[in-house]
């Protein structure tokens, strides 16, 4: 059906894109079919055309790609003091699935599966560190496993790099300045926290208050949504080079305080 006062067939919009359906039409492919339209009078109809596309794409997937991150549009964070009394940024507390409350508590790291957090990145440039608080050490040898992902469709996607961290040493804030990976991060864009522990060994973290967290958008019902994080399955004590969609499950694990610094 043609938009008010728009001639019934689009000479640029619907041409390029009428062999492909919405599940398929990326971002990116957008981004192409609009880049040559100038915002002038006369591109009306194919901006609105373009918006409508956009508009059905994302309601189709589920998907916030593009609207969210990348491309320079992303949601911007406020930014990271460069001095040394305020070195780190909470970003368990950061948008997109940040916390309501400053409170903390502790939550035992009792389950083998890889976790999954999302957040807006502060800042620019190389990760100088990351720091988790360790309130209850290990018995015996386990190391906790904590990575970056990359986002695709609003989900985890490549590991950029991970941090190892003895988990049996006297409690305190740990801070890991070595990563498997050089992780370069861009501010604006959304990524991923992903932990998990190395072996089948209990410990204790600092974790946002469960009473405080603000739940994780997918959900079993409306009466328990209390979704913190993802797990996946199918993977125990490793974190995988890539995320696998289909393996993600929601989960009321509380979610481990992460300090990012640069």
């Known amino acids: ?29 957008l981004a192409d ?18 918006c409508l596309v956009a508009f059905a794409r994302m309601v189709t997937k589920g998907s916030f790609d593009g609207w969210l991150s990348g491309g320079g549009g992303g ?7 460069s001095n040394a009394t305020f070195k780190y940024y909470a970003v368990s507390q950061a948008a997109p699935w940040g916390s309501l409350g400053p409170s903390t508590g502790t939550d035992v790291i009792n389950y083998n599966l890889p976790a999954y957090l999302p957040f807006v990145c502060p800042n620019d440039g190389e990760l100088a560190g990351l720091t988790v608080n360790l ?9 906790f496993l904590a990575g970056i992902y990359s986002s695709s469709d609003g989900l985890p996607d490549e590991l950029l790099g991970y941090a190892t961290m003895d988990m049996n040493v006297a409690t305190g804030n740990i801070r890991q ?4 990976e050089t992780i370069t991060l861009e501010r604006g864009t959304t ?3 992903g932990w998990t522990r190395s072996t089948s060994v209990n410990f204790t973290l600092s974790t946002i208050n469960l009473s405080y967290q603000a739940a994780l958008g997918p959900t079993g019902d409306v009466e328990n949504g209390y979704s913190m994080c993802m797990l996946e399955t199918g993977t125990n004590n490793t974190l995988p080079a890539t995320v696998t969609p289909g393996n993600l499950t929601v989960d009321s694990e509380a979610r481990v305080m992460f300090n990012l610094d640069w």
């Open 75 to 81: 949601m911007d964070q406020v930014g990271v003091l």
């Open 33 to 50: 079919v609009a880049d040559p339209i100038a915002i002038e009078e006369q591109n009306e109809d194919e901006l609105r055309r373009i």
């Open 135 to 143: 309130t209850s050490a290990a018995a015996s040898g386990v190391n």
């Open 1 to 29: 059906m043609p938009l008010p006062d728009a001639i019934k067939r689009s000479p640029r919009v619907y041409t390029l894109l009428q062999n492909q359906d919405l599940e398929n039409v990326t971002a990116d492919t």
């Open 177 to 180: 300045t070595s990563f498997s």
């Open 191 to 193: 990524y991923w926290l």
